[in-house]
């Protein structure tokens, strides 16, 4: 059974307090994303990674990092969580080439006090 | 204009009956298509791909209309089971990167 693992369900973080989120994918996939899903907004890309050490901006990328070490692990970063960072954080990993499917993790919920 | 767009509902159906989305997008070069579900608190997960010739699934079938940019869903003889919010995906050729629409709820009522 496939698998994407991220490290917490719930996070309860404080103003400009340093967050990482982890994300570990079983499936040798060479993509790795990093949303976020708000009401009404649906889900927006923050970064991805299509392979070791490389990474993309994705739409919001403002305010957060990304780390992809190993192929399987990828960190989304917070350098300083604000309020308006409270939101749920999906990873997901697809294989490269169109019709990927991608396969989600699931999900952070990040509360910012 | 955004990227994808759905209206985000909700549709309020009884069982039995059918009902379609659609979601329009706007980079005519958009290659890969995909319909995800996601209930309440969980994760997306893939309920279908979008062929340009179409397909079908059971009770569900997707379609692209390449011309007006729109892809749908078609489910039939809605079940309770169905309710959901229902995400398109669309990925634009050469590029890895997949951007959603904002979902559709689907609401069946007994």
């Known amino acids: 059974d496939v698998k994407v693992t991220q490290s917490s369900r719930y996070l309860v973080k404080r103003t400009g307090e340093k967050v990482f989120l982890e994300c570990v994918q079983d499936m040798d996939h060479e993509n790795m994303f990093w949303y976020r899903q708000d009401p009404g907004l649906g889900l927006r890309l923050i970064y991805f990674s299509y392979d070791v050490k490389m990474k993309e901006k994705g739409d919001i990328p403002e305010g957060y990092s990304v780390s992809r070490e190993k192929k399987e692990r990828f960190s989304l970063i917070l350098e300083s969580a604000s309020t308006n960072q409270t939101s749920m954080y999906l990873c997901?990993?697809?294989?490269?080439?169109?019709?990927?499917?991608?396969?989600f993790g699931q999900g952070t919920r990040l509360t910012v006090v | 204009r955004k990227e994808v767009e759905q209206d985000p509902g909700p549709f309020n159906v009884p069982e039995g009956a059918t009902v379609a989305f659609n979601c329009t997008y706007s980079?005519?070069?958009?290659?890969?298509f995909f319909w995800y579900r996601q209930d309440c608190r969980k994760e997306p997960k893939l309920l279908m791909s979008?062929?340009?010739s179409g397909n079908e699934d059971g009770r569900f079938t997707a379609q692209l209309n390449r011309a007006s940019q729109y892809i749908s869903l078609l489910i039939r003889d809605s079940k309770l089971s169905d309710s959901a919010t229902y995400l398109c995906a669309v990925n634009p050729v050469g590029y890895q990167k997949v951007t959603f629409g904002t979902g559709t709820k689907l609401q069946v009522i007994p």
């Open positions: 980079n005519s070069a958009s290659q890969s």
């Open positions: 979008v062929y340009s």
């Open positions: 997901a990993s697809s294989t490269a080439g169109g019709f990927a499917e991608a396969f």
